[in-house]
T-cell receptor
Framework: NAGVTQTPKFRILKIGQSMTLQCTQD?????MYWYRQDPGMGLKLIYY???????DKGEVPNGYNVSRSTTEDFPLRLELAAPSQTSVYFC??????????FGSGTRLTVV | GDSVTQMEGPVTLSEEACLTI???????????LFWYVQYPGEGLQLLLK?????DKGSNKGFEATYRKETTSFHLEKGSVQVSDSAVYFC??????????????FGKGMKLTVNP
């Protein structure tokens, strides 16, 4: 029962560096999402995808990019990391109205 | 726009106390409603859900009823345990114009239960 797997769990980046947060699900879900959770705040949607080859922006897409070449994978790319991107990132997947399955998160610090 | 408003806390209770976390929503259309729980250091887990008016979701002693007339989905538990200490999020999903589904969260409420 792997569900949604995120890697890495923790990462420290220097300002201006780039990285890719990996997300894989094995439930054959069409919908996948990336959220960020800042301390004391709820979750904000960064990007989402309704299927392979289709992605769209959420509330806070600036500074991020995504791709969805397969049903299983939905990587999030950070270009030119900034301190404002310090957060915990969660990937999630779902089928319609079934409730979302979340990964365990990636804690990112930009210094 | 679509939104969820919930009690923000933090709240501290003694073991076996009653819990109610208020949640109200604003949405066009007919959303599905959810409660998610986040235990320390972990991701979010679905606690319970309701997909239409008057549905009651329940799990692990928690209950919530979808009240369309008051646009509410309050979470209740009659006797909390130390293991219920977590952050609780109310959320809704709606279909967008493009046919995709989005989940909108409240800000979350941190609950601490003391022995």
């Amino acid at each position: 029962n792997a569900g949604v797997t995120q890697t890495p769990k923790f990462r420290i980046l220097k300002i201006g560096q780039s990285m890719t947060l990996q997300c894989t699900q094995d439930m054959n879900h069409n919908y996948m999402y990336w959220y960020r959770q800042d301390p004391g705040m709820g979750l904000k949607l960064i990007y989402y995808s309704v299927g392979a080859g289709i992605t769209d922006k959420g509330e806070v897409p600036n500074g991020y990019n995504v791709s969805r070449s397969t049903t299983e994978d939905f990587p999030l790319r950070l270009e030119l990391a900034a301190p404002s991107q310090t957060s915990v990132y969660f990937c999630a997947s779902t089928q319609y109205r079934a409730g979302y399955t979340f990964g365990s998160g990636t804690r990112l610090t930009v210094v | 726009g679509d939104s969820v408003t919930q009690m923000e806390g933090p709240v501290t209770l003694s073991e076996e106390a009653c819990l109610t976390i208020n949640c109200t929503y604003t949405a066009t259309g007919y959303p599905s409603l959810f409660w998610y729980v986040q235990y320390p250091g972990e991701g979010l887990q679905l606690l319970l859900k309701a997909t239409k008016a008057d549905d009651k979701g329940s799990n692990k002693g928690f209950e919530a009823t979808y009240r369309k007339e008051t646009t509410s989905f309050h979470l209740e538990k009659g006797s909390v345990q130390v293991s219920d200490s977590a952050v609780y999020f109310c959320a809704l999903t709606l279909l967008t114009q493009g046919g995709s589904e989005k989940l909108v969260f409240g800000k979350g409420m941190k609950l601490t239960v003391n022995p």
